[in-house]
């Protein structure tokens, strides 16, 4: 999907919400349990009952992954039946995967090609040739990790490097690689004050925006400090709306929770 | 495994390899292609013909992940045929995963459970919480990047921080998590000589070293400033070894590489 593609549907839908889904077995309506692939059947209630008030899915590949090749091949069945279904929506491996090149290039194999995702989250630790593998590819987006929701963020993300945060340096450093305007970046919205200096920086990209609600981070200040013309926000929420009931209503209870979300992101992006 | 264990092994054996399983089906034997399992059947040819020779093997996720569920699945009886035939061997995830708290847990639980893993990589760029997690599990080693072997390691890792580079505060800081006695890190053998400092901040834990071989460090100068007292090293080789030859004599040509590097390791621990 390219970047004008998502910023229509984002207008058409007026949501810029993402909703991530974080399957984990002991979370969900017991009802579930009794069927043939759990994780996936979750899934497909919680998409089919909110893909019209979201732009994005996020699947954690860890919480696939803890399921082993079960929990990969509902990975898969995931990425397909919304690739399906609703080719309209922009998906994120949530993988935060990097590595030296060559490594890199397969990662980007596993996510852009074998699962076809449209964007996958990756760690900046490892420098330029462990990100440009990903960002070589035509139409997907590579969102880069710049200062995170949770409190290690503050171990080194924080720390100065030539006089500002190391996040900042990443940000400043990952705008002269190769083909760097396939990247989108995660900005915790725990932090949201940070995100007037983030946008001197990074004006144009898109910012993958996670923390709000369970997290604690807030969607108005997000929106004031964030946003850019071509609204720039991808606003993820996982544990809020995909754990809203854990009762046979729960695909209603997160379409009612996403549509709470969507609703005050038509207000913001009527203002 | 505890460390007490892999040392053992390592006197036992006069051998601190490290053998990388990044399997490639465009480099291997092209008649192993028509078997049922082309990855599997090259990996346990491998495993059979070197495990005396080394202490350690190591898949990186990414040369499986790329081949989806198919893929995957070969790392599953890969794992599992190590752990069987071979329980001795000490096995790496090379993974460099890393997350949020609840996420890393789930990512801890896959390597650590599910596929039954001995350690794993993990990228330090989102702090405590995001590698607490890994270390709680016992006798299970959470293996941190610190010093990578590829060029893009001299982005942010090399920068100077608090007056030191970014990777030896990585190293002082990640001595302060909880369960830090379960951490070994990542030090590429392409910087051999940084390894005098890094020694003086981690006497004690081992170090996974990369890049001897096809990346061009070299196993001399590693020892030479990078062993302790109990050894303290994994030299890691992948493509130098399993890609000795791509004929049929391809296990043979990977035993003899492994050999040299044995008996190169054999005269540093008699030294």
Chains 1, 2 share one sequence.
Request: with cysteine.
């Amino acid at each position: 999907m390219t970047t004008n593609e998502l910023i229509s549907e984002i207008k058409k839908k007026q949501s810029f919400l993402c909703i991530g889904l974080d399957v984990d077995l002991n979370k969900i309506p017991k009802h579930l349990l009794e069927k043939d692939d759990p994780i996936f059947a979750f899934n497909k209630a919680i998409i089919d009952a909110t893909h019209h008030l979201c732009v994005a899915y996020k699947p954690n590949t860890a919480f696939y992954e803890a399921y082993g090749l079960k929990g990969w091949k509902s990975l898969k069945k995931t990425i397909d039946y919304i690739n399906t279904n609703y080719p309209e929506i922009f998906t994120i491996a949530d993988a935060k995967r990097g590595d030296i090149g060559n490594t890199s290039s397969m990662y980007a194999k596993a996510f852009f090609e074998d699962l076809n995702f449209d964007s996958i989250t990756v760690a900046p630790y490892m420098g330029k040739d462990s990100v440009e593998p990903f960002l070589a590819f035509k139409n997907k987006h590579t969102i880069l990790l710049a200062l995170t929701s949770n409190q290690g963020a503050f171990d080194f993300q924080t720390l100065n490097v030539k006089g500002q945060d190391l996040y900042k340096q990443v940000l400043e450093t990952s705008t002269t690689w190769e083909n760097s305007k396939n990247l989108m970046y995660v900005v915790g919205a725990t932090k949201a004050e940070f995100l007037t200096d983030i946008r001197k920086i990074i004006p144009h990209n898109f910012l993958l925006v996670p923390g709000i609600g369970a997290q604690g981070g807030n969607l108005q200040d997000v929106c004031k400090y964030g946003m850019n013309d071509s609204v720039g926000l991808l606003i993820n929420s996982s544990r809020g709306i995909i754990y809203a009931s854990n009762k046979e209503d729960f695909a209603e209870a997160a379409a009612t929770k996403a549509k709470e979300l969507q609703d005050q992101m038509s207000i913001i992006l009527n203002k």
